[in-house]
């Protein structure tokens, strides 16, 4: 079975093999070198001042780029898994700034690294104080009294959670990939949550270690993604702005801070192995959250090449709401790929802002 | 009263060897039951709650040797579904190169026909190995390889926290009940700091103009 060579038509030319070694090996040198000499990778450009900030998360404000074309702010809830500057990794193909060329007024919600200390950090904790926090901000800065939540993976879970319980202050609701019916996920990490002791994690290391969320993402695509884009590279190494591409995409896939342990245990247990939130049972705090609540304007976004979060699994939003003006949204990309890529900036973003605008004067 | 009894009983044996010169006499089960008696005497001592001079340190060591022989127990585990895991793994991935040489070109004639069966490698071990995680038997698997870990450090934090006992240090459970003293407590602030603008805002709305 294993026996067999790799036999070479006689007829080609052993120069242009020979060539063909020497240039591989050129490129193997380079690639080692550019990758030891990477050194700080920008990401994050776009301009941007703090404007609050508290233990576990910094609310950005960025700086309009055109005059405004909507009264409603944008605030945008982040996962907690890797960090927010996937929205802006850069300039030609960040969600921040094609949002804003649009006219619209955007405020982030960056989480910062949750410590030991903070292992009874809980949904409950993210929900209603930190995110709510920033609703208030922004709603006193802009002298709203709602504005468009817009959230991505898990941001846009506690997004949701957040529209049940605070309808008031929120206007529009656009979701990206939220993880909502459990039991339709398909994906490798929905199989690994529903069999993970996530208890004996919560009582023996705290927090989600970032290590194991890199074992995780390991097995995601582990030759199509994993292998192949060292070759890709190798191959792309004399294209300068393929390999920027590369190391800013691999900074982010590798920079994720550890899970609060609390909010872990209820993501796993609750959403994963019990899934509760599409059934109207989960718990916050002291309410249960009930999706029927939701009466706003819906927009659901989903990738139907999505591996991390099935486009089956965050459908069921749009049947579990009450809302009237609701829309899902599916395009032929991946999970990243929706929100960074030349795809998201010509096929996503020109029909998301245009859902905004006209719900947000 | 049973102590003195029998300390009654060593006097009156003593008086009646008082004049012997050697114990070759005695009685070999008079000895016996007097080392049985002193041994019982003794353990009866040591196993006074509060005050047993060899209680605390025997408790302390039974719980030491415990702890090492559940962390042994775990460690096995741990060695058992790790191989079972590579077993797996092993398994898969010798069935993806069977399927890949077996999709490779008889022969290269360019270095397109590389790139292409590249690809085609690319996909057999993608297909093989999402097919492996996908599956529950391995899910399974991998969930109990992190509850030994898991576990494995668990002993060993019981086992330093005694010796962070020893140097008057706080053990991490103490620590623990502070973090979520501090995490009720910052609630209860953050509750109480929204309380408190709610009563101004509501204030300054009351004011006459």
Not at chain 1, 1 to 26: A, C, P, S, Y
Not at chain 1, 217 to 241: A, R, W
Not at chain 2, 88 to 97: E, F, M, S
């Amino acid at each position: 079975m294993f026996k067999r060579g790799i036999e070479i038509n006689e007829k080609i030319d052993t120069n242009i093999i020979l060539k063909e070694i020497g240039d591989v090996t050129r490129k193997l040198e380079k690639t080692r070198n550019v990758l030891h000499s990477a050194g700080a990778i920008e990401v994050g450009g776009t301009p941007n001042e703090i404007v609050h900030e508290a233990r576990l998360y910094r609310l950005l404000h960025y700086r309009p780029m055109v005059s405004k074309t909507a009264k409603t702010p944008i605030l945008f809830v982040y996962a907690l898994i890797n960090r927010s500057y996937i929205l802006d990794l850069q300039p030609d193909k960040s969600w921040i700034r094609n949002l804003l060329s649009q006219g619209l007024d955007i405020f982030l919600i960056d989480w910062k690294t949750p410590a030991q200390v903070d292992k009874y950090v809980s949904f409950d904790d993210y929900v209603n104080n930190y995110i709510d926090d920033c609703v208030e901000f922004v709603r006193r800065k802009t002298s709203v009294n709602k504005i468009t939540l817009h959230g991505y993976c898990m941001g846009a879970t506690l997004s949701v959670i957040y529209s049940t319980l605070h309808e008031d202050k929120v206007r529009n609701l656009a979701t990206i990939a939220p993880v909502i019916d459990s039991n339709q996920d398909t994906t490798v990490l929905g199989n690994f949550s529903r069999h993970i002791e996530v208890d004996r994690m919560f009582n023996s290391i705290g927090n989600l270690p970032s290590e194991q969320l890199y074992a995780l993402f390991s097995t995601l695509k582990p030759f199509k993604q994993g292998v192949n884009k060292y070759f890709n590279l190798v191959e792309n190494i004399d294209n300068e702005e393929f390999v920027q591409n590369f190391l800013r995409i691999e900074k982010w896939l590798y920079d994720t801070p550890p899970i609060a342990g609390e909010t872990f245990r209820q993501w796993i247990i609750d959403i994963y192995q019990k899934n509760l939130l599409v059934a109207n049972e989960m718990k916050i705090g002291n309410e249960i959250i009930d999706l029927s609540k939701i009466k706003i304007p819906l927009l659901n976004i989903v990738a139907e090449e999505d591996h991390l979060v099935s486009p089956q699994c965050s459908a069921p939003l749009n049947d579990a709401v009450s809302s009237h003006d609701k829309r899902l949204m599916r395009f032929h990309t991946g999970h990243v790929g929706l929100i960074a890529s030349s795809y998201s900036q010509n096929n996503v973003l020109p029909k998301v802002g245009q859902w905004i605008k006209a719900r947000s004067q | 009263m049973v102590i003195e009894d029998e300390v009654n009983d060593n006097r009156s044996n003593n008086n009646t060897n008082r004049n012997t010169k050697s114990l070759d006499n005695v009685d070999p089960s008079f000895m016996q039951d007097q080392i049985a008696k002193v041994f019982n005497i003794w353990s009866d001592i040591s196993r006074l709650p509060t005050v047993g001079p060899s209680f605390a340190y025997s408790q302390y060591s039974r719980s030491d040797l415990k702890e090492f022989v559940e962390f042994g127990k775990t460690f096995l585990e741990l060695q058992i579904h790790l191989n079972e895991h590579w077993v797996q793994i092993n398994n898969t991935y010798v069935q993806a190169l069977a399927r890949a040489l077996e999709k490779a070109p008889k022969q290269y004639n360019s270095k397109q026909d590389f790139e292409n069966y590249r690809k085609i490698a690319i996909d057999v071990f993608e297909d093989a190995f999402t097919g492996l995680f996908d599956s529950k038997e391995y899910a399974i698997l991998y969930g109990l390889v992190l509850s030994n870990q898991y576990d494995l450090l668990t002993h060993l934090q019981k086992l330093t926290e005694k010796n962070f006992k020893v140097l008057n240090l706080p053990t991490r459970s103490e620590m623990d009940d502070l973090s979520k003293d501090i995490h009720d407590l910052k609630k209860t602030v953050h509750d109480l700091t929204r309380k408190m603008e709610a009563l101004k805002i509501n204030e300054s709305e009351n004011i006459p103009t």
